[in-house]
């Protein structure tokens, strides 16, 4: 999935204008509205000329801080659009914001894709680049340009160029099959890594690298895997009797923690891959500790214990001891997930006859519900790597939601029968 050639795109057009107020999205602002932008076909032809534009404007849109603006209205067209815009012809249809592109075979038989963010208002170009690639990976091109153009216009990082790996389930309820299978963000190019054969439950990614951990019933007994998606290299970590949720890794790639149950208890442990040597974090008789997830320093540990009475939320240091509770609203807590900036812990609530997926400040401070669900079940969820995005699993479906909690939910597409217990990738390299 390699993309052969990026460079930037200067502003060599030299276009000027008179100077307006930049397009800038402040996404936090509660009175934001998305920006409207105009995505029309790139010129060249052919597939990836009308295909990767669509990418692009599907990443933008479904974000929910993006307007595409209806193609019927648009005035200039692709190959007169490469001369530089009209933004006369852009600013009537009250777009803001302006991708222009083309796709040009090369002697090869790569494609070079180029691309040109601009401002209407200020009649400038704001970024621009140019990829050099196989056709076979049009899709990727889409989603590597829609994450310039969402940097470029909201200062965060993009997380289009990402995969989810979740379990996809078929059959009736009483041989369901359970394999472990992957996806675009998107919900395309979706393929399974395991054939069915054995039971196969939450998997994990590594925060540096396309590696999983994913646990597997092996003759009936737990076992731990470590997959690696490039190669389809996979290897076994151990076997773990008391495992009950497969381990996550540690922020730099070389530890993972898990919990195992041992004796009526639930402890949590932490294995160094490349030893392989295990050590015990907590050691509390009667408790059950479980769900544990480091934070992105890799200096402490949320975790879910009913060590109070009840099932909540606890932090400690990477080396264990010393726990606090931070979840105190009403029903059980589980599965915390800390952010990739460090600012959050999204977490499932249970009460009410129902599941919230919610998110909290590692203090247990400004904790904020972003989901109800009253009809099905709902919890498992996994950041996308800017921090920005949260998927989940409702019934049998994969969902995400904006931390803001202000944009709507979107579901992504599935193979049929159902789908749970997606792990968002870090960005592809």
């Known amino acids: 999935m390699a993309v052969a050639c990026v460079v930037a ?4 057009l030299g276009l000027a204008g008179p100077v307006g107020a930049q397009t800038e999205l402040l996404i936090d602002d509660p009175n934001f509205k998305p920006i409207p932008i105009a995505i029309p076909q790139f010129a060249g032809g052919g597939q990836l000329a009308s295909g990767i534009p669509g990418v692009v404007a599907a990443d933008l849109q479904n974000s929910g801080l993006f307007e595409v603006v209806n193609p019927a209205s648009y005035i200039q067209s692709p190959d007169a659009l490469q001369a530089g815009p009209r933004f006369e012809d852009w600013a009537v249809i009250n777009a803001q914001a302006l991708v ?11 494609t070079r894709v180029e691309f040109r963010l601009w401002d209407v208002y200020a009649q400038t170009q704001l970024t621009g680049y140019a990829y050099v690639t196989t056709n076979d990976n049009w899709r990727r091109i889409g989603h590597l340009i829609a994450d310039q153009i969402y940097k470029a216009l909201t200062g965060e990082e993009g997380y289009f160029d990402t995969r989810i790996v979740y379990i996809a389930e078929s059959g009736p309820s009483t041989r369901r099959v359970k394999r472990l299978a992957i996806m675009d963000q998107d919900g395309e190019n979706n393929r399974y890594l395991t054939n069915g054969n054995d039971l196969v439950l939450t998997p994990r990614f590594s925060p540096n690298s396309q590696e999983i951990t994913y646990m597997s019933y092996f003759n009936n007994r737990p076992r731990v895997y470590l997959f690696d998606i ?3 290299r996979q290897e076994v970590l151990g076997d773990f009797p008391g495992m009950t949720y497969a381990p996550r890794f540690s922020p730099d790639g070389s530890k993972v923690i898990m919990s195992m149950a041992q004796d009526g208890d639930s402890s949590l442990y932490v294995m160094d891959l490349s030893t392989r040597r295990v050590s015990r974090l907590t050691n509390t008789p009667g408790v059950i500790d479980t769900s544990p997830s480091y934070s992105p320093d890799g200096s402490q540990i949320v975790f879910n214990s009913d060590r109070g009475g009840s099932q909540q939320l606890y932090v400690m240091g990477a080396g264990g001891g010393g726990a606090t ?49 009253t009809g099905a079940v709902q919890e498992g969820p996994t950041w996308a790597p800017n921090g920005r995005v949260l998927m989940f699993y409702r019934g049998s479906k994969l969902v995400s939601i904006d931390i803001s909690g202000r944009i709507p939910e979107w579901v ?9 217990d997606p792990a968002w990738s870090p960005l592809l390299q």
């Open 9 to 12: 795109v200067s502003t060599a």
């Open 325 to 373: 509770r931070i979840s105190f609203g009403s029903g059980r807590y589980a599965t915390p997930v800390w952010s990739p900036r460090g600012d959050l812990i999204a977490f499932t609530r249970m009460g009410g006859g129902g599941f919230q997926i919610g998110v909290m400040k590692p203090d247990g401070s400004g904790e904020r519900i972003l989901s109800q669900g």
């Open 230 to 232: 490039g190669t389809g």
């Open 100 to 110: 222009s592109g083309n796709a040009i075979g090369q002697a090869d038989g790569r």
């Open 412 to 420: 992504r597409s599935k193979p049929a029968g159902g789908a749970s």
